[in-house]
C-alpha cells in the first residue's frame, strides 16, 4: 500500500481545497470527482517533513512567477510531474520550487531539460542544480515501478499537489481519494 500512495503522492499534479463555498455549483458528476477537504499531511500514508520537502511546484520564469503544476523530486536532479504540464514549455523558462508556500520557498531550481513521455501523461524534468545541496533535508521519493492491478481499485489513497482550490488558502495540500478505475495510461480517482 506505502508503493501505490506514493505513486499517487508522485504523479498527480494538482491540488486539495480544505472549504468549498456554499455559492459554487458543482454538477453531481463533478462531485464525485472533486477534491475537497484537503489537509497539510496525507492521511494514507506517513512522509517525513524531508519526504514533503520532495513535493514542489512547477513555476514560470516570467515577472510573476506563478506556479502552475506540482512535480517529486527522486532524486538530487530529477523530478517527476505530469506531461501536460510542460508541453508546450521551455526548459529555460521553468523552474522548480522546494516548500510548503510558493510565494516562500524554501528555494527555486533552474530546469536545465524536459522529457516527455512519448505515449502517456508523463515528463521527466532535470534540474540544473542538486536540490539537495540547496535544502539538505529534502529527501527524495522513490518512484513506484510496480504495475497498475485490478486490486488497486477501491483503494484509498494520497493525493499531493499544488494548484487551484476552492478556499483562499494555498500552497501544498493532501487528498485521501479513491481508485475508481485504471488504464495503462492513468488512474482515475
Not at 505513486?7 to 498527480?12: D, G, N, Q, R, T
Not at 523530478?79 to 523558462?93: D, I, K, M, P, W
Not at 499531493?160 to 492513468?186: H, P, Q, R, W
Request: hydrophobic share 45%; glycine share 8%; charged share 20%.
Amino acid at each position: 500500500m506505502r508503493g501505490l500512495s506514493i505513486v499517487l503522492v508522485v504523479l498527480l499534479g494538482f491540488a486539495c481545497s480544505s472549504e468549498v463555498p456554499a455559492s459554487l455549483e458543482i454538477s453531481p458528476s463533478a462531485i464525485s470527482k472533486s477534491i475537497v477537504n484537503g489537509t497539510r499531511s496525507p492521511q494514507t500514508l506517513e512522509l517525513t517533513d524531508g519526504e514533503k520537502l520532495a513535493i514542489g511546484f512547477i513555476a514560470d520564469a516570467d515577472a510573476d512567477g506563478d506556479n502552475y503544476c506540482t512535480g517529486t523530486l527522486i532524486s538530487p536532479r530529477l523530478l517527476v510531474t505530469a506531461g501536460h504540464c510542460v508541453e508546450n514549455r521551455f526548459a529555460s523558462q521553468t523552474f522548480f520550487g522546494i516548500g510548503e508556500q510558493p510565494l516562500e520557498p524554501l528555494a527555486v531550481l533552474p530546469v536545465s531539460e524536459i522529457r516527455l513521455h512519448p505515449t502517456i501523461d508523463f515528463a521527466v524534468l532535470i534540474l540544473g542544480l542538486d536540490a539537495q545541496q540547496i535544502v539538505p533535508e529534502v529527501e527524495f521519493l522513490s518512484l513506484n515501478r510496480d504495475l497498475t492491478k485490478d486490486s488497486w481499485v477501491g483503494e484509498w489513497v494520497d493525493a499531493a499537489g499544488f494548484g487551484d482550490t476552492y478556499s483562499s488558502e494555498t500552497g501544498l495540500f493532501f487528498a485521501k481519494v479513491e481508485i475508481i478505475e485504471y488504464a495503462a495510461e492513468a488512474l482515475t480517482v
